[in-house]
T-cell receptor, first 118, second 114 residues
């Protein structure tokens, strides 16, 4: 089955700097890659996603890149702010797979705790 | 909040007792999921459902069972709770249609097994 590795497990940056979180996946059939942000004591929330027919996607200060050949994808946050401090999870799935609706059964990485220091 | 609620939100129980967590949704979503979240392990899929009475196992299903007798309710049961099942449990649904579907999580249920 799919396996998702996420690095680093913790990341500390100064406000205004960029942050990059990287994930690798094992199943070449995976074609849907979302990123979730979880603030302390809250539910995980989708912040951006990318599908395998796209190499990069941006949404304001957040971008995700995908390299299907190398089977890795990354989250880039520019001009970080204290409110970006949270745990970020990457995930991968086979869209349309059995039981999974449009995004399949998501397999998550173990998370990255991002701390943005003022 | 996509009309999804979990109950109870917090529960403390003893080893060997049965526990049932409930996920309730009000918007007729077809797909529902149970995940557990543990430090250092991220989110791991326990069971999922793709319709009434249609369920299947996820990554970490041992020790858990589920039922979905109505579209709106997805129940997670620990027949005999163990300390290793101390965790935060998240229910989730798929919202949206086609290729734009998003996994939306409930607020979580914190279970402590003593």
């Amino acid at each position: 089955g799919e396996n998702v590795e996420q690095h680093p497990s913790t990341l500390s940056v100064q406000e205004g700097d960029s942050a990059v979180i990287k994930c690798t996946y094992s199943d070449s059939a995976s074609n849907y890659f979302p990123w979730y942000k979880q603030e302390l004591g809250k539910r995980p929330q989708l912040i951006i996603d990318i599908r395998s027919n796209v190499g990069e996607k941006k949404d304001q200060r957040i971008a995700v890149t995908l390299n299907k050949t190398a089977k890795h994808f990354s989250l880039h946050i520019t001009e970080t702010q204290p409110e970006d401090s949270a745990v970020y999870f990457c995930a991968a799935s086979i869209s349309g797979g059995v039981g999974g609706g449009s995004q399949g059964n998501l397999i998550f990485g173990k998370g990255t705790k991002l701390s943005v220091k003022p | 909040d996509a009309g999804i609620t979990q109950s109870p939100r917090h529960k403390v129980t003893e080893t060997g007792t049965p526990v049932t967590l409930r996920c309730h949704q009000t918007e007729n979503h077809r797909y529902m999921y149970w995940y557990r979240q543990d430090p250092g392990h991220g989110l791991r899929l326990i069971h999922y459902s793709y319709g009434v009475k249609d369920t299947d196992k996820g990554e970490v299903s041992d020790g858990y069972s589920v039922s979905r007798s109505k579209t709106e309710d997805f129940l997670l049961t620990l027949e005999s709770a163990t300390s290793s099942q101390t965790s935060v449990y998240f229910c989730a649904i798929t919202i949206g249609v086609g290729v734009t579907g998003e996994l939306f999580f409930g607020e979580g249920s914190r279970l402590t097994v003593l």
